[in-house]
């Protein structure tokens, strides 16, 4: 099964597991709720749909949110039911009333719109019922506390296999990103070659950041986790591979810039091409190989955490002994001034 298949199969599984999670806990807090005497039982699983986030942790601050921004929006709006009628004006002056504090006081965006929900609902249905006030309190927590407890013991959310697919995914795009240097570096790097590799690395950055984005997803996911176990070594595994591929990134696009440069200047010898297109391959070979090792290990291995060691690659080119010493100020010197040049670039 290859990488895309992998990762339709787990959104499918994924919206399978979040569907049951709702249903069931908006069928356990409707209820509880009526058993605990509530008049206005939609109010708990109304809280469930809107607890169950994509982890936990997102879960367990958003009903947080939601219980705070009730409790606020029903300090406000108790001292002024009885003395205002329902209508848009009253609505809109209370809601500007109640909500001018919070962001005085920078409260997060969704205890806002909780409070303004809880404004407007309150003073709308205590004029019919005086049951609202306190079953919207009991059954927002209600619903909150049943949408984390589900949440935890049914199928808790660890997206730490996503992590390593989308760095193994990653690891490949770089490999074979490699390859193609190799080989349009022994082709004599050809200009219309050369921008569409500059396309691919554009490419593959921003592929590095969703791999980053889906890393910071794992680790969210596996806190207030109780089942996580060897997660949180398989995730630390998976970012020193990703630590790792990211340098693999940084010296290809750099590379990648020196030789295009380099062969402008018509002085690139065939002997020194046919040198860097074999070492190129190797890189991008072995770069291949850890990837698809990485993405077949499903278990915790110490040693992995060195995947990429790059010293078992022999360096396939050397320089005159004459260049050994100035090597160095040779480097910095081809750095700082492709960096001034970048800076008197103007794009509009």
């Not at 050809?190 to 590799?197: A, H, I």
């Amino acid at each position: 099964m290859d990488i895309n298949k992998r990762k339709q199969k787990f959104e499918l599984i994924k919206g399978l597991i979040l569907i049951t999670k709702i249903s069931l806990a908006s069928g356990v807090s409707w209820e509880l709720a009526k058993m605990l005497g509530s008049k206005h039982p939609y109010l708990a699983p109304l809280t469930v749909i809107l607890s169950i986030q994509e982890t936990i942790q997102h879960s367990a601050v958003y009903a947080f949110y939601r219980i705070t921004g009730t409790l606020f929006g029903i300090a406000v709006t108790i001292f002024f039911i009885k003395h205002l009628e329902v209508n848009g004006w009253t609505i809109g002056s209370l809601l500007t009333m109640g909500t001018v504090l919070p962001v005085v006081l920078r409260l997060h965006k969704t205890i806002i719109h909780q409070i303004s929900l809880t404004i407007l609902l309150v003073f709308v249905f205590v004029h019919k019922t005086n049951y609202y006030v306190s079953d919207r309190i009991r059954d927002t927590i209600i619903g909150a506390l049943v949408a984390i407890i589900i949440h935890i013991i049914i199928v808790p959310p660890n997206y730490v296999k996503e992590a390593r697919r989308t760095v193994t995914q990653f690891g490949i795009d770089l490999g074979q990103l490699l390859k193609k240097v190799a080989y349009w570096v022994n082709n004599n790097c050809t200009f219309v070659e050369g921008e569409n590799l500059i396309e691919d690395t554009t490419n593959l950055l921003q592929e590095l950041h969703e791999v980053e984005k889906e890393f910071r997803k794992a680790e969210k996911s596996l806190r207030l986790n109780p089942f996580v176990r060897n997660k949180k070594q398989l995730l630390k595994q998976n970012e020193q591979f990703l630590f790792q591929l990211k340098h693999g990134y940084t010296y290809i696009s750099g590379v990648l810039t020196t030789f295009n440069e380099w062969s402008e200047t018509n002085s690139l010898p065939t002997v020194d091409r046919q040198k860097w297109a074999v070492q190129l391959q190797a890189l991008g070979e072995y770069i291949t190989e850890q990837a698809n090792k990485n993405l077949e290990n499903h278990s915790i291995n110490k040693s992995s955490l060195d995947l990429l060691d790059l010293s078992s690659i022999p360096l396939q080119i050397s320089i005159p002994p004459e260049l050994e010493s100035p090597r160095y100020q040779l480097s910095l010197y081809n750095d700082t001034l492709k960096f001034i040049e970048k800076l008197g670039t103007r794009r509009y």
